[in-house]
């Protein structure tokens, strides 16, 4: 799978992006996810962080 320092790819950062501009409410559980991995931004995320946000945000 992902070695887990891989940084997250320009793809997801782009998907996440998406997905917040769809639905606003989006925003607090990538705020609340980002917090919760003790990251700063949705770019510090490595790639299986940001899988498991993106699930987050799909499955809401």
């Given amino acids: 799978m992902y070695n887990k320092n891989d940084e997250i790819t320009k793809k997801q950062i782009s998907f996440v992006n998406d997905l ?7 925003q607090k559980v990538v705020d609340d996810y980002v917090k919760s991995v003790k990251k700063g931004s949705v770019e510090e995320l490595t790639k299986k962080e940001a899988s498991s946000l993106l699930d987050k945000l799909l499955k809401k």
Avoid: P, V
């Fill in 20 to 26: 917040i501009k769809r639905e606003e409410t989006n």
